[in-house]
Antibody, heavy 117, light 110 residues
Framework: EVQLVESGGGLVKPGGSLRLSCAAS????????MNWARQAPGKGLEWVSS????????YYADSVKGRFTISRDNAKNSLYLQMNSLRAEDTAVYYC??????????WGQGTLVTVSP | QSALTQPASVSGSPGQSITISCSGT?????????VSWYQQHPGKAPKLMIY???NRPSGVSNRFSGSKSGNTASLTISGLQAEDEADYYC??????????FGTGTKVTVL
């Protein structure tokens, strides 16, 4: 069964940085587009970023453009999200998501990022 | 990119049918047949229920169905069951090669 396990969340001060990781297993990771999505406490879902299988195409939500960087290492079956210049409004559970036919078919359990002084 | 518009809440009695709407624009819902629906129970990760407007992934009950007309997509849950009580989100691929989610709908089984 497809497994997506996020890590790297935690408490960080405003203006700080954090790097999230997602370990993928039980599917051919390199052939799938992957997304990051997030959910602020008590709020709805928000798409954050997408990266195609070969990293040829990368897209970001306007809310994170210029501050977040998505990347992947297909040899390690891993997805990353480098988050810089963090703001209070970036506080959320961040999900690693497998994409198939432009649908988000499988979600990880999420990792909580809290941005607070 | 503005969120797609969903009703905040929908309720129904066991066995009834309910429909959740998802309104967008020609740049997202109306422009592509890439609308999907997600179910989220409290404290859990979202689960894909419908993709490509009306297709069900393997393992999802046929009580869940999707449709689209113009810029509005809909999710119908028939034969409502207690386990269907959850938050539901629509999502669409967009003309900017991004995704947009709906505002979310809380389904209550009376």
């Amino acid at each position: 069964e497809v497994q997506l396990v996020e890590s790297g969340g935690g408490l960080v001060k405003p203006g700080g940085s954090l790097r999230l990781s997602c370990a993928a297993s039980e599917f051919t990771f390199s052939t799938y587009t992957m997304n990051w999505a997030r959910q602020a406490p008590g709020k709805g879902l928000e798409w954050v970023s997408s990266i195609t299988g070969s990293s040829s195409y990368i897209y970001y939500a306007d809310s994170v453009k210029g501050r977040f960087t998505i990347s992947r290492d297909n040899a390690k079956n891993s997805l990353y999200l480098q988050m810089n210049s963090l703001r209070a409004e970036d506080t959320a559970v961040y999900y690693c998501v497998k994409v198939d036919h432009l649908a988000m078919t499988r979600w990880g359990q999420g990792t909580l990022v809290t941005v607070s002084p | 990119q503005s969120a797609l518009t969903q009703p905040a809440s929908v309720s129904g009695s066991p066995g009834q049918s309910i429909t959740i709407s998802c309104s967008g624009t020609s740049r997202d819902v109306g422009g592509y047949n890439y609308v999907s629906w997600y179910q989220q129970h409290p404290g859990k990760a979202p689960k894909l229920m419908i993709y490509d407007v009306s297709n069900r992934p393997s393992g999802v009950s046929n009580r869940f169905s999707g449709s689209k007309s113009g810029n509005t997509a809909s999710l119908t849950i028939s034969g409502l069951q207690a386990e269907d009580e959850a938050d539901y989100y629509c999502s669409s691929y967009t003309s900017s090669n991004t995704y947009v989610f709906g505002t979310g709908t809380k389904v209550t089984v009376l």
